[in-house]
């Protein structure tokens, strides 16, 4: 017994089937409630990723930067009593890094402590990690966060914005057509 199949009807079973797995990973990441928080909350406390520097508590100018070794950046301190601590656990240091004096980049280093990563993990889900980095993460559409060793002793955040990293890619193939178009 042979069964003939139509060409045109697998194909139209596959692409049926692969634009189904894609429908569905997509909405499985849209709902996943941690995901949602971390892209509402934006950032560490009342430090928003895409503010403008200038409007962060305490914050002081430490040096100019280039971020990937490309972007003029510059990094930021901030000392303000309010992020001092998480909980019980204390910050040791917060660092910004500012694109066109907007956020792109806030630093979070605190005593190590194995509740930090329960306590994002209750918040933001389970994270994925990165065993060539030794990386835990959490990445929304517009937000990354990165959880990692610093040191013996320390533990640091690292929160980043896409948006503005797009925004410095977008100048700067602004720069380059404007360098072209001189000639």
């Known amino acids: ?10 194909s139209l079973r596959s692409a049926f089937l692969i634009l189904s797995f894609i429908a569905l990973t997509a909405q499985a990441q849209s709902q996943n409630p941690g995901i949602q928080e971390l892209e509402k ?11 403008v520097v200038d409007s ?3 914050v002081k100018f430490k040096k100019d930067i280039k971020h990937n ?5 510059k ?4 000392e303000n009593p309010e992020y001092d601590q998480i909980g019980e656990v204390k910050v040791t240091s917060v660092e ?18 194995p509740r930090l990563m329960k306590a994002l993990e209750s918040i933001y889900g389970k994270s994925d990690y990165d065993l060539k980095n030794q990386i835990y993460f959490w990445k929304g559409e ?9 040191g013996k002793n320390h533990l640091e ?11 410095m890619k977008v100048d700067k193939d602004k720069k380059v057509d404007d360098i072209a178009n001189d000639f």
Do not use: C, W
């Open 69 to 73: 070794e490309i972007y003029p950046a």
């Open 142 to 150: 517009n937000i990354l966060l990165k959880f990692m060793g610093s």
């Open 157 to 167: 955040m690292q929160y980043i914005s896409f948006g503005v990293i797009k925004m």
């Open 96 to 113: 910004v890094k500012a694109y066109n004096n907007l956020v792109y980049d806030i630093s979070v280093i605190a005593h190590k402590d």
């Open 41 to 51: 909350r934006n950032g560490f406390k009342d430090i928003k990723l895409g503010m």
């Open 1 to 10: 017994m042979t069964i003939y199949s139509n060409p045109t009807t697998m």
């Open 75 to 78: 990094l930021y301190t901030v």
């Open 56 to 58: 962060i508590k305490g």
